[in-house]
């Protein structure tokens, strides 16, 4: 069974927005929620939020309901269906990578693709008002042996995803050339690393 990590090359990082865009694309996600996120710093440096799907996740046992867990890749997952909204697990989150589904969109009048993603048939563009969203890699891609949306659109290559067990993966490599995680004294153990 693959061990899926992130590398994400802060050098690389234009600050663009294709990956954020490309995401809402894929996920159809609602109004106010973006799975991952890029934010300007001093010095023309970007700053990546993303879930770090972390192996040792304190999300996971703060939600009262058990709507959110790691399932069998390493991926942590929401069930919107059994989410109740608390917003617990985005308290116990430390990277702040969990968003609450919005109950109304941009404008008073719907726009086309918030009238998709609520006709949407597919679970990963299935988002209810009130629930907790959150990055889970593009599981349905990685299901397809297909790199996460943001992966595939970043234009200047600064996401790499892989299996960090397989010696022979990029990011394998990019970890032994010391890739490291955010916030790594918590001992939440992220899956995203950064160079």
Request: aromatic residues 6%; positive net charge; hydrophobic residues 30%.
């Amino acid at each position: 069974m693959p061990r899926y990590a992130m590398v994400i090359k802060t050098d690389l990082c234009i600050g663009c927005q294709t990956c954020s865009v490309a995401c809402k694309m894929e996920n159809l996600t609602l109004p106010g929620c973006s799975r991952t996120t890029v934010k300007e710093l001093v010095d023309v440096k970007w700053e990546i939020g993303i879930c770090m799907q972390c192996e040792n996740p304190p999300c996971v046992p703060s939600c009262p309901v058990k709507a959110t867990w790691r399932n069998d890749l390493g991926i942590i997952v929401v069930d919107q269906e059994k989410c109740i909204g608390c917003g617990k697990c985005m308290k116990a989150c430390p990277y702040q990578a969990r968003r609450i589904n919005p109950q109304k969109g941009y404008f008073k009048k719907v726009l086309p693709y918030e009238e998709i993603a609520k006709k949407a048939k597919e679970v990963h563009r299935y988002h209810k008002p009130g629930k907790v969203d959150k990055c889970d890699f593009c599981l349905h891609r990685v299901k397809k042996n297909i790199s996460p949306m943001c992966v595939e659109a970043c234009t200047t290559l600064a996401r790499i995803f892989g299996d960090r067990d397989d010696p022979q993966s990029e990011v394998s490599r990019l970890l032994a050339k010391g890739a490291k995680p955010l916030k790594p004294e918590l001992g939440t153990q992220p899956t995203v690393f950064y160079l």
